[in-house]
């Protein structure tokens, strides 16, 4: 039985009110209405839930643990209904809300991203980075995954092809004229990278080092790590190009060994046929920076 198409949306409207002021005196004020009308309204809610969605003492009222998972939800499904009349009516811009893994974000993005806000300053852009996996039906437009991205009904897009070199300051570069020397320097290793220092060195048929100088969970600490020249870093050269063009860190082994190329980055997104108004422009920004063509 589909219990949501039996609820007026005055119950709905009443509900959120009473759940979000926690006071049926103050909702009545809000709607109004009086108290005993939201209270009716209320106890006709719970009736057709058959859930009690309000614990009620003479002195306050305070929502159930099923009260107070329906009051998520249903704020969330009132925050979309107040983006979609924004985008009706134009009164406010909505942002475009993109998530993204974290060292993507700082090593990448935020370098370029203002390019992207002169060309388009009418695009209010809302950033989040974590490792985790954006939910997008509740909070984000686009994400910007580290790795293959777990099977799901959205358009996954591969970004750039990325090279694994090792990286260090010119000062350290002068030390390192032959793969074997890296075994006399301290290695920089970023522990959530799928390629790490063992791999590049398989890759060159060299036996992998037993020791490392330092360990990371984040590529932009031990970028930023090689950069104050603590040692010498296995990394993408994408994440580092900021760094490489500033001479800042150098590859010094670049030509006499080979990188380790692998495709660390996804584009995903929700396959929808309603959109943001700003997220074509940029996805489109996104890809022709990294000069990929949108094949989608």
Known sequence: MNVFRKVPLSYIRVFEAAGRTLSFADAARELSLSPSAVSHSVRKLEDLLGHRLFLRSTREVRLTREG????????????????????LTREERTPLRL????????????????????????????????????????????????????????????????????????????????????????????EVQMYQWKGWFEANQLPPPTHYGLRFDRSSMAIAAAVDGLGVVLESTLLSERELQRGELVRPLAGSTREVEYVGHYLVHPRRAHRHEAFETFKAWLLNALGIADAS
């Open 68 to 87: 107070a998972i329906l009051m998520e939800h249903i704020q969330r499904g009132m925050d979309e209904m107040q983006r979609g009349f924004a985008l």
């Open 99 to 190: 998530h993204t893994a974290p060292s993507f974000a700082t090593q990448w993005l935020l370098p370029r991203l203002a390019g992207f806000v002169r060309d388009h300053p009418n695009i209010d852009l809302r950033f989040s980075a974590s490792t985790d996996y954006a939910r997008f039906d509740d909070d984000f437009d686009l994400d910007i995954v580290y790795g293959e991205p777990k099977p799901s009904p959205h358009e996954k897009i591969p970004l750039a092809l990325e090279g694994l070199a090792p990286l260090c300051t010119p000062a350290l570069a002068e030390r390192i004229r032959k793969p074997e020397d890296l075994y006399h320097m301290p290695l920089i290793q970023c």
